[in-house]
């Protein structure tokens, strides 16, 4: 990203971005545009990210820019990595933080062995029903806002993809993970299901997404730090 100029971002350029905690997908990469826009007098630029994260969601962001949002749907389909942590014992009805907790059961009959075995039935392609509250839409409209409004509706499963689910640390009621998934796979409602199959409720309380394919967060920016960069680099 180090002296690239207008022409090289118009012409198409892959950024890899650390959505930090908080942040909209869509803030994130309102904030890369406004950045490009400024240091580079344009009016306007094409820019687009390659799967969305949630705000409670840290990591690894794909954005495109300039002729490069063609391939969005590219990258949208690539394996995705995350690792993150499983809160037993409590359910949400968002399956993360974003909503309190609605329920709690009983831990005490859970044991280690219970949530190593409760992996095998999330592997290869299974069934998932997606989050009520998710931006996904019905009748034309989203999900999250019959959700806010009281509303039930009924949601069709879906088939995803879960290539790997490795249980990384138990401390109860926390249990961390690491999972490779496909295109469409919602790792809330992995959670939630999770909690189900162990039969104490389950929720989503951390998710930092790690790996898209072959490109990975270690190496990816910022935003804050995007700009400080691209406002730095002036044309000689």
Same mark, same amino acid.
């Given at each position: 990203?180090?002296?690239?100029? =207008? ?13 930090? $905690? &908080? ?5 994130? !990469? ?6 490009? =826009? ?9 820019? &687009? ?15 495109? !820019? ?9 990258? +949208?389909?690539?394996? =995705? ?38 992996? +095998? ?21 989203? $999900?999250?806002?019959?959700? @806010?409004? &009281? ?6 499963? @879906? ?18 993970? @690491?999972? !490779? ?32 394919? *072959? ?6 920016? *910022? ?14």
């Amino acid at each position: 990203m180090v002296n690239k100029t =207008k022409e090289d971002y118009l012409n198409g350029e892959l950024l890899l971005i650390d959505k930090p $905690l &908080g942040w909209t997908s869509f803030q994130a !990469v309102n904030k890369l545009k406004w950045t490009l =826009k400024k240091r580079f007098n344009l009016k306007k630029i094409k820019i &687009g990210h390659a799967g969305t994260l949630d705000p409670l969601a840290t990591g690894l962001l794909i954005v495109c !820019v300039g002729k490069f949002t063609k391939r969005i749907h590219e990258f +949208q389909g690539q394996q =995705k990595e995350y690792t993150g942590i499983l809160t037993l014992g409590a359910t949400t009805p968002s399956y993360d933080l974003e909503t309190a907790v609605d329920h709690r059961f009983a831990t005490d009959h859970i044991t280690e062995e219970m949530v190593y075995r409760a992996t +095998q039935g999330f592997m290869g392609e299974i069934d998932q029903a997606p989050p009520v509250f998710s931006a996904l839409k019905k009748d034309g409209k989203r $999900l999250y806002e019959y959700a @806010r409004e &009281g509303k039930e509706v009924e949601i069709q499963t @879906r088939k995803v993809t879960i290539a790997e689910f490795e249980i990384t640390r138990i401390a109860f009621p926390q249990v961390q993970f @690491r999972i !490779v998934c496909g295109k469409g796979t919602y790792i809330r409602s992995i959670a939630h299901d999770f909690g189900k199959v162990l039969g104490c409720g389950a929720h989503l309380s951390a998710l930092r997404r790690t790996k898209i394919g *072959d490109y990975n967060v270690d190496i990816a920016l *910022d935003p804050t730090v995007f700009e400080e960069m691209v406002m730095k680099d002036l044309d000689t």
